[in-house]
């Protein structure tokens, strides 16, 4: 590890928010919004089917939503447009925090340490997710895909990051939750790579990182002493 960190940089999705707990409250905001046109259907068995279709969050968009028409049950169907404009609206608003975030950065913060965020995804969504988690003070810079044009894990994207706080790859940690995109993207621009375990498996090709968490506040015990 080097002698001092002086960034820390975050992906957003299943890192800082819960991605399942955040799911599980649009159900059943879409549960409530939807009865008229749902069958007998359950708050709960809509999460299911959320879950599933959104595969972390992994699964191009457009056939989420085609699942959606396809696997609820409805008394009467909505167009596909509709259940895309209601998740575009809806779920970065349904958004909750992992565990442990706002104590984090703060501490960070604290530290002394430059923040920021490097997520795959539209302007859009990733901005409103991160104003309703109100934690936009925290960041130095807020890095998505859609505006760069280059998504991880290409390093392009982590490089960009790393200008706009005006710090070295070998002073700034990256932490994901994502194997490919978080954890090797950050690795191959020169980042000190922190996975955060339990949301996906690591693949048996790869040598398991030396810094791994369970909870997001471990990332704490990665940054070192501090003057």
């Known amino acids: ?38 069958g007998m259907m359950t708050g709960r068995e809509i999460e299911t089917t959320f879950v599933a279709l959104d595969a972390h969050g992994y699964r191009p ?26 998740w575009h609206t809806w779920f970065p608003q349904s958004t909750v925090a992992r565990s442990g975030l706002q104590e984090t950065l703060a501490a960070l913060a604290a530290a002394g340490l430059h923040l920021g965020v490097v997520t795959n995804g539209s302007v859009l969504t990733q901005s409103a997710k991160i104003a309703q988690l109100g934690i936009g003070h925290y960041f130095a810079t ?20 790393l200008e706009e706080i005006g710090l070295l790859a070998g002073e700034t940690l990256f932490v994901g939750d994502h194997p490919m995109n978080d954890v090797l993207g950050s690795v ?19 040598a398991v990182p030396d810094r791994r968490i369970r909870a997001l506040f471990e990332v704490l015990e990665f940054i070192g002493p501090r003057c």
């Open 188 to 206: 191959e621009a020169g980042l000190i790579p922190v996975w955060l375990e339990g949301i996906h498996v690591w693949p048996s090709s790869h």
């Open 61 to 86: 968009r457009d056939e989420v939503y085609a699942g959606i028409i396809e696997q609820l049950a409805w008394a009467h169907t909505p167009d596909t447009s509709e259940i895309r404009d209601h």
């Open 1 to 38: 590890m080097p002698s001092m960190i002086n960034a820390v940089l975050f992906d957003l999705d299943d890192t800082l928010t819960d991605r399942a707990a955040s799911l599980s409250k649009y159900a059943a905001l879409f549960h409530r919004e939807f009865a008229g046109l749902l």
């Open 142 to 161: 807020v890095v998505i895909s859609e505006a760069t044009r280059c998504k991880k894990p290409d390093p392009r994207i982590f490089q960009y990051a």
